[in-house]
C-alpha cells in the first residue's frame, strides 16, 4: 500500500469542505468523527482510515475513491475505468455497500479479461475491444 499523502488530503478536504458551505463542526458531525480530529486530519496530522474517508466522502458528497486517490491509498485509473466507477459512486438508487459489491465486480471482470484494473493500462491499445470481452476469445 502507498504511503498515505496526508497533508494534501488535508488541503483537499478542507477546500470540499468549504466548497460545500460546511463549516469543521458540521461535517464532523455529518461523517461522524470528533471536530478535533477531524481538524487534524485537515492540517496534515493524522492519516484517516479507509472507513472515516468513506464516512468523510460521503458526508462531502464526492466519491470515497477520489479520497482513497487523494490520500495516496490508490492509484489514479485510467479514465474509462474512472468514468464508469464515477457513474457507479454517483448512483443515488444504490446503497454504500451496493457500490462497493458493484465496484469489485467490475474489478475482477477487468482483471479477468486481461485488464490491469491497477494502472489502468488495458489492451484497447493493442486492437481488442475492452467492451466487449467474448470478442477476444
Do not use: C, W
Amino acid at each position: 500500500m502507498a504511503s498515505l499523502n496526508v497533508g494534501n488530503l488535508g488541503e483537499y478536504l478542507r477546500e470540499q469542505r468549504r466548497t460545500a458551505q460546511l463549516s469543521l463542526r458540521q461535517l464532523a458531525d455529518a461523517a461522524g468523527v470528533s471536530n478535533p480530529y477531524l481538524s487534524q486530519i485537515e492540517r496534515g496530522l493524522r492519516k484517516p482510515s479507509a472507513d472515516i474517508l468513506q464516512q468523510l466522502a460521503k458526508a462531502l458528497r464526492i466519491s470515497a475513491e477520489t479520497l482513497y486517490v487523494q490520500a495516496g491509498i490508490l492509484d489514479e485509473r485510467s479514465p474509462e475505468a474512472a468514468g464508469t466507477r464515477s457513474v457507479i459512486l454517483a448512483d443515488p438508487s444504490l446503497s454504500e455497500r451496493q457500490k462497493q459489491v458493484l465496484l469489485q465486480i467490475y474489478e475482477s471482470f477487468r482483471k479477468e479479461n486481461g485488464l490491469d484494473a491497477g494502472t489502468g493500462t488495458d489492451s484497447v491499445a493493442d486492437g481488442s475491444d475492452a467492451d466487449h470481452p467474448q470478442a477476444s476469445n
